[in-house]
C-alpha cells in the first residue's frame, strides 16, 4: 500500500509526536496555553509572524501577530511576543498600552509584570510643585511601586514632605522595598529641615515593620528627646526599644535640663540601669545625688559596680552633702566605707557638725597614717579656729612650720599661727620660741616671724630676725626695728626713716620725728612734724601708734601714682586678707606696670583659680566671669611672651592686581608689587626701659615682592631685603610705636641699603572693639584706625598711609570667627613723581586662634582671607589696578 502524506499532516504528526518533548518549551500549546484544535488554527499565523520577524517584515509579522492574538486573545505567550514585535518595530507605546490592557485581567503575572517593566519610559523631569502634582495625578490614576517611588522621593526633592507621606498610604506600595527606601529618604529631609513631627512618623512607619537599625533607634530617639515626647520614649522603652543604659540616662539628663522634677525623680526611682561605662554610671550617681528626694541615702544603696566610682562618691558626691547641710546624708554615703577611708571626707563632716571630739579624733588620726598636705592644713586650722580651738589649730601649726612644702599657702598657714601667736603669746613653748627665732631665708618669712615677738622683752629676737637691713623690709617692718634700738638712737632714727620712705603716712612721719627729737636731729624732727596735718599731732607724752589699714594705704598709694609703694602695703594687706579678690587682681595690674613677670604671672594664676573656684555642679560663670578670666589669662600669656614671631602675605589673584605701596606694606619702598610677603621676629627687652609705662623691643624682618617681568611670576620671592630694627612703645595706654629699622637688600641687583625712621599708631581698637577673641556671645564688632609715615633717610622721601576698617567677627565655634569686614584707605608717597591714591576694599576673614591652656588665653592666631579692591583715585597710579582682587595669609606664633 502506498501511503502518502501531505505537509499537513507531516506537521500534524510531528507535532503529536513531539508534543511530550515540547511540553516546556517556549511555543508549545501548552506555553500558549491552548487546545489542540485552537493551536492548529493559530500556528500558522504565528509561523508567519516569525518568518516577517526574521526578514524585518513589520507589516507581515504585525498583522499575523495580531490575528494569533484576536484569535487567542487570553494566552499570555501571544501577548509578550505581540509586544516584543511591536518593540522591535518602534511602537514602544502600543507594547506598552497593550501590556496594561492584560495585566488588568492578569495582576499578578510576574511575565507581564517584567516584561512592562522592561519598556524604557522617558524620564519625567520633576522640578516644581505643579509638575510633582501632575506627575502625582497620573500616578493615582494608574499606580504602580514605580510611579510611587518616583511621586513620593521627587517631593522629598522639593521638600513637600506630605505629598511623599501621602505615597506610603497605599498599601500596595507601603510594604515594598522602595517604600522603604523612600521613607528612610523622607526622615533624613525632615531632620534636615528641623520637622521632627514629620521624622517621628517616618520613624513610626519603619518600626512597624521592624526595619529598624540600632543606629536609625538612636536618632529616633534624639528626636524625640527634643521633641519632648515624653510619654513616647517611655511607651518604648516598656517595648524593649530605647532602653539602653546609655539611653535611660540620656532621658534622665533631658528632664533635669528641663526642671522637670517630677517625672525626673519617678524615673529615677523605677529605673536601675547597669552601665558598662564608668562615666556613664557616674552621671547617674550625679543625678541621683542632686535630684532625689533623699540624694544620701539613694545614692548609699545604690550598687556601685566600677572602682573608680567609689572614689568619686567619696571626693565629689560627700562633699556636695556636705556643703548643703545633708549630715544624714553624708553620714549614709560613707557608711559603705572602712573607717579608715574617706578620713578627709570624715573630717569635713565633723567640722560642719562642729563636732569637736570627732575632728580631733580624725585630726590625730590622719596625721598618725601621714603628714597633712598644705590644703587639708589649711582646711584643718581655719576649721578649728572657726569652732573655738585655737590653741589645738596653734599646736597643729607649730608641728608643720615653717611650711616649706606648702607652696602657694605657706602665707596664709605662716599668717595664721602668727596671728594667733601675737594674741596669745602664752602657747609658745620656749622650745617653739627657739625654733621660731631662727631667721628664714626670704626676707618675706622674716618680716612675718618679726610680727610675732612684740614687746621690748622680744627686741633681741627682732634684731636678729631683720638686723640685715634689707631693703626689701616693709615700712611695718622697718618701723618694728626702730621700736628695738632703744639704746642706739641713730639706728634707730635711720630704721624710722626707712619706713617714712616706703610709707609717709603720718604715723611713720611721728615716729621719724620722735626719735630725731632723740637723736638730737631737731631739723629733721620739724621737717618730719611739718609733714602730720595738724588733727595727727598728738600730745607726745599720751600718743601710742594706730593700727594701719594697709588696704586702704595701697590702694591710696594706687592713686597717688606710688605704683611701687602700693604694691608693697597690698603685700601686706593680702597677708591679713589672703582671699580679697579685689586685693589679688590689683597686684596682677601692680606687678605688669611693674614689668614684675614672676609676680604678675603669679597673681594671675591665682585670679583665674580664684574665678575657677566659684563653678559648682550647680553653678557657672557668669559673662562678667567669663571676661575677666579672659582679660587675665590673656594678661598671663603676654607676662610670658619674650619672642613673637609673625608672618603675612598679600597676593594679587589677576595680574593687573597692585598692593599699594604705602609704609604699611612689607615691599620696598616706592615700589608696588602683585605679591608680597613678610617674615618678622620681635624680641622684648621689657617695660620701663626708658620712662616709665614704656615697652622697648628689637625685630628683624625678612620682605619680598613678586617679580614685575612677568605675570605669571606672581610669588613674592623676588628682590628681598632684610630689616634689622628697634621698635620703641614710649605711651602705656596708647598703641603707638617709634621706630628705627636698617634695611639691607638680599639680592645686591636690586635695591639699596637705607635707614628708615617710621611712627605708626592703631586707635579704636581696644576693649570690646578689638580684634582679640572674645569669650562671650556669638560675635562681636572691631574697627581699627592705623596711621603710618615712614621716612627713608638716604633716598630722602616719605611714604604715609591711613586706614579706617570695620569688621564683624561670627563665631563658628570655641577658636574660630568668619570676619567680612570693609576699609577704606589712603596712601601718598613723595618720591619723584609724587604718587598718591584712595582705595576701598571689602572682603571675609577666617581666623583661627589657637594653643590656649588653663592659665593662658589664645597665644597663637592664623587669618586667611579674600579681599576686593576698588582704586578710587590717585596721581601718577597704574590705570590698569583700579580693581584688585587678593588672597590674604597671616600668622601670629
Known sequence: ???????????????????????????????????????????????????????????????????????????????????????????????????????????????????????????????????????????????????????????????????????????????????????????????????????????????????????????????????????????????????????QLAYAQSLAERNALAPLRRYLTSHKPEFTNPAEERNWLRLLATYCQDPGNTVAHWPVKHPENQQYVLSTLVPIRIQQGDWQGANALLSNFPDDQGLDQRLALSFARKDTQASMELIRKISQMRSLSAQELETASYQMVAMGQEQAATELLLNYWPFEQAGKLQDSLSTRLYSQLAAHPQWLSEENKARLQKPLPTATQRMAQARVFQGAENCPIVRNLLGDLSPQYDAESWSHLAQCYPFQPGLALHAAQQAAARDPSPYYQRQVAYLAYTAEDYQLAQASWARVPASERPNLKTDSAPEMDDAARGFALLTQGKHSEARDALEKARASQPDSPEILRQLVYLNERLDDKPKTREYSERVVDDIDNTLT?????????????????????????????????????????????????????????????????????????????????????????????????????????????????????????????????????????????????????GGKYSDDWHPTGNGWMAQNLYLDAAHYVKADYQLYTADYRMSWHQKINQHQTIEPYWHAQYNANTGDPYQDNTLGGVGVRLNTWFGQTHYDAFPHKASVGLEYQRVFSGHNRDTNSKNNLFLTLGVRW
Open 1 to 247: 500500500m502506498n501511503i502518502r502524506l501531505n505537509p499537513l499532516a507531516m506537521l500534524i504528526c510531528g507535532t503529536l509526536l513531539a508534543t511530550p518533548a515540547l511540553a516546556a518549551e517556549e511555543g508549545s500549546k501548552q506555553d500558549l496555553g491552548l487546545s489542540d484544535y485552537r493551536y492548529f488554527k493559530v500556528y500558522p499565523h504565528i509561523e508567519r509572524a516569525h518568518q516577517a520577524m526574521k526578514v524585518n517584515d513589520e507589516t507581515r509579522a504585525l498583522s499575523s501577530f495580531e490575528h494569533a492574538h484576536e484569535m487567542a486573545p487570553e494566552s499570555v505567550r501571544l501577548t509578550l511576543w505581540l509586544a516584543e514585535a511591536y518593540r522591535h518595530f518602534g511602537h514602544e507605546k502600543k507594547a506598552q498600552a497593550l501590556l496594561k490592557r492584560e495585566l488588568k485581567t492578569n495582576p499578578q503575572n510576574p511575565d507581564l509584570q517584567q516584561a512592562l517593566a522592561a519598556i524604557p519610559v522617558a524620564e519625567q523631569q520633576v522640578k516644581s510643585l505643579s509638575q510633582l502634582q501632575e506627575l502625582q495625578k497620573k500616578c493615582d490614576a494608574e499606580p504602580t511601586v514605580d510611579c510611587r517611588s518616583k511621586v513620593g522621593n521627587y517631593a522629598v526633592k522639593l521638600n513637600q514632605l506630605d505629598i511623599a507621606r501621602a505615597q506610603l498610604s497605599d498599601p500596595q506600595f507601603r510594604h515594598t522595598k522602595a517604600a522603604q527606601a523612600l521613607t528612610d529618604n523622607y526622615i533624613q529631609r525632615a531632620i534636615f529641615r528641623h520637622q521632627w513631627a514629620a521624622a517621628d512618623q517616618g520613624f513610626a512607619l519603619l518600626d512597624s515593620d521592624a526595619t529598624l537599625s540600632e543606629a536609625q533607634y538612636q536618632q529616633w530617639f534624639a528626636i524625640l528627646l527634643h521633641m519632648q515626647r515624653d510619654q513616647r520614649i517611655l511607651d518604648l522603652q516598656s517595648q524593649g526599644v530605647m532602653n539602653s543604659p546609655g539611653m
Open 617 to 765: 555642679p550647680q553653678q557657672t560663670l557668669n559673662e562678667q566671669q567669663k571676661k575677666d578670666r579672659f582679660e587675665f589669662r590673656r594678661i598671663h600669656e603676654d607676662s610670658e611672651r619674650r619672642w613673637t614671631f609673625t608672618w603675612d602675605g598679600s597676593f594679587g589673584l589677576t595680574p593687573d592686581s597692585l598692593n599699594s605701596s604705602g609704609s604699611s606694606s612689607g615691599v620696598q619702598p616706592n615700589k608696588s608689587y602683585r605679591s608680597y610677603q613678610q617674615f618678622e621676629a620681635e624680641y622684648r627687652i621689657g617695660k620701663n626701659q626708658i620712662v616709665d609705662g614704656d615697652q622697648l623691643s628689637v625685630y628683624s624682618r625678612l620682605f619680598a615682592g613678586s617679580s614685575t617681568e612677568s605675570d605669571h611670576n606672581f610669588m613674592p620671592l623676588y628682590e628681598p631685603m632684610l630689616g634689622i630694627g628697634v621698635r620703641w612703645k614710649p605711651l602705656r595706654d596708647q598703641v603707638i610705636y617709634l621706630a628705627a629699622e636698617q634695611q639691607i637688600p638680599l639680592d645686591k641687583a636690586h635695591g639699596e641699603s637705607d635707614l628708615m625712621l617710621r611712627a605708626s599708631a592703631s586707635f579704636f581698637n
